[in-house]
T-cell receptor, first 112, second 116 residues
């Protein structure tokens, strides 16, 4: 089955700096890669996703890149703000009707 | 509109008790997933429904776990004879349709189960 590794497990940055979180996956049939943000005690919320027919996607301060050959994808957050502090999870899936396999999570702390 | 809802939000059970966790997906969503999230870890897949059909239950950890979605809407996850290792947050997610580009999974707030 699919295995998703996520690094780093914790990341501390100064407000205004950039943050990068990296994930690798094992199943070459995976074609959908969402990123979720989870605040303490809250539900995971989708922040951005990418499908295997594109290499990069951007939404304001957030971008995701995908390298299918190397089986890795990354989340980039620019101009970080204290409200970006949360746990971020990457995930991989074979698409509609298939489970998400999650990475172990990255705790991002943005210091004001 | 209303998102995915789950009840109860918190459940404390004594070891050996049976529990039932409810998920109300977004109206009209075909696909429904259950995940288990242990403290400090990512969610792990338990089971998947397409309408009322349970198409994948490969993630259920034992035969004490049972899930149903009899009318293709509300789903219930039942755990019999709860054990301490069942303590976790149980998350439900739904997606609109089992087809490409409409497969975003929206999560409920979860039920935090504590087994004493």
């Amino acid at each position: 089955g699919e295995n998703v590794e996520q690094h780093p497990s914790t990341l501390s940055v100064q407000e205004g700096d950039s943050a990068v979180i990296k994930c690798t996956y094992s199943d070459s049939a995976s074609n959908y890669f969402p990123w979720y943000k989870q605040e303490l005690g809250k539900r995971p919320q989708l922040i951005i996703d990418i499908r295997s027919n594109v290499g990069e996607k951007k939404d304001q301060r957030i971008a995701v890149t995908l390298n299918k050959t190397a089986k890795h994808f990354s989340l980039h957050i620019t101009e970080t703000q204290p409200e970006d502090s949360a746990v971020y999870f990457c995930a991989a899936s074979r698409g509609a009707g298939n489970m998400l396999t999650f990475g172990g999570g990255t705790r991002l702390m943005v210091k004001p | 509109g209303a998102g995915v809802s789950q009840s109860p939000r918190y459940k404390v059970a004594k070891r050996g008790q049976d529990v039932a966790l409810r998920c109300d997906p977004i109206s009209g969503h075909v696909s429904l997933f259950w995940y288990q999230q242990a403290l400090g870890q990512g969610p792990e897949f338990l089971t998947y429904f397409q309408n009322e059909a349970q198409l994948d239950k490969s993630g259920l950890p034992s035969d004490r776990f049972f899930a149903e979605r009899p009318e293709g809407s509300v789903s219930t996850l039942k755990i019999q004879r709860t054990q301490q290792e069942d303590s976790a947050v149980y998350l439900c997610a739904s997606s609109l349709e089992a087809a490409a580009s409409t497969d975003t999974q929206y999560f409920g707030p979860g039920t935090r189960l504590t087994v004493l």
